[in-house]
């Protein structure tokens, strides 16, 4: 395998796939290839209303049925729905998401299953992901599609939110601290 | 004398390794070692940044695919 040691110890795979890439050059990427989705897509980079669009899919699959609820109540959201999955960009991106953190993960060898250590862990987990999941929905957006995309967009909105989620991360560190270490 | 102290951050993920590693280190004396174990590649980046800026001797070593160890000589 004398292969592999030579690719380990190459400069220029340490730089480009094993090390992690400066902040600004990751900065860079993501504006690019956001203007690529909105041009592709015809819409902003959004994460999280596509995880909503997916719960609502799985539940139609098992016979239940959403036309009633209000945050699918607009012809868009419908039409959304109706056409499925493989129509919808967003399902796209995401899995594509997936597939690059996990690609990247693999090449740069840093790919491992965690072990579960406590129980508090996975109430956090659990936790958190509930109160992200719905503080996304009910604000119409995540840290991508109300942040990112919003300041992108030149909207006022990503502004506001830029500054309250600043809050909530100071108050979600301090119970981090107080509840967790 | 000085000694080695293992920090224990498998599993725990950002910023749980640098607030651990900030306390253990709090608790230290000048010239003593700290062994942070982490597997969260975030932590990665930033528990040696943290303590180079703080000016303590780092050294980063990849035990496993996907785990490190940090460990942190304490200088001052």
Known sequence: ?181 | MSKEVELDCLGEACPVPLIKAEKALEGMDVGDVLICQIDHSCAMKNVPEWAREQGHNVEVEEVDDGEWEVIIEKVK
């Open chain 1, 1 to 181: 395998m004398k292969i592999l040691d030579k690719i380990k110890t190459d400069p220029y795979y340490k730089a480009w796939l094993k090390d992690a890439w400066p902040y600004v050059t990751g900065a860079i990427l993501l504006s690019v290839f956001q203007i690529v989705s909105l041009a592709s897509a015809g819409t902003p980079w959004g994460v999280s209303g596509t995880l909503a669009d997916w719960g609502a899919w799985l539940y139609q699959l098992v016979g239940g049925s959403v036309d009633k609820w209000y945050y699918f109540a607009s012809d868009a959201a419908q039409a959304k729905l109706a056409a499925g999955p493989l129509k919808d960009p967003g399902t796209f991106r995401n899995l594509g998401l997936i597939a690059g953190a996990l690609f990247a993960a693999l090449i740069a060898s840093g790919f491992k299953f965690k072990k579960i250590k406590t129980w508090r862990q996975v109430t956090a987990a659990v936790l958190g992901g509930l109160l992200m999941g719905y503080g996304a929905r009910i604000a119409f957006g995540c840290n991508i599609g109300a942040l990112f995309s919003g300041i992108a967009s030149l909207s006022l909105s990503g502004w506001v939110y830029a500054v309250f989620l600043f809050l909530g991360a100071i108050v979600g560190s301090k119970l981090l601290v107080k509840y967790f270490m």
